[in-house]
């Protein structure tokens, strides 16, 4: 199974960070199969989280992901998807600090918007989230 992943900008300025999380990612036998490098227009953002516009932390979440460069990955492995999920541990990282405190969110998300990665959260959205960012081509 592969899902698709984003370590968001404020984890690509800290070397600290964006490797914990390349070390995290392999020690719980996720593997990356694709890695692209973006730095996403406010359009492109605002295309990608359509799903949130109406939404009060929508123009902070663009914001965000318009800072810097993001990276974009394909994670393969048994049930990638929940697997990854687990990984980043709840939205919120407040909550995460509590109840995960292992969990990538815990360790390097700063509020519930730079909260450190994306995930798909269904096989419609990997299918879907991967062809916004990788096009049609076989990854």
């Known amino acids: 199974m592969i899902t698709l992943a984003i370590f968001k900008p404020h984890c690509l300025k800290n070397p600290i960070a964006y490797e914990t999380i390349q070390q995290m990612v392999a020690a719980n036998g ?19 989280y359509e799903e949130h516009r109406n939404k ?3 123009r902070r979440l663009v914001s965000l992901m318009t800072s810097g460069p993001s990276e974009v990955v394909l994670l393969s492995g048994n049930d990638a998807i929940q697997q990854w999920r687990n990984l980043m541990g709840p939205t919120k990282v407040l909550k995460s600090v509590y109840t995960h405190p292992e969990c990538i969110r815990s360790c390097f998300g700063l ?10 959260d269904s096989e419609q959205s990997v299918i879907a989230e991967r062809r916004f960012f990788f096009g049609d081509r076989n990854v």
């Open 30 to 48: 996720l593997k990356i199969i694709a890695r692209k490098r973006i730095s996403l227009s406010r359009p492109e953002a605002e295309k990608f």
């Open 56 to 58: 009060f932390f929508f």
């Open 111 to 120: 509020s519930d918007t730079r909260n450190a990665t994306h995930g798909s």
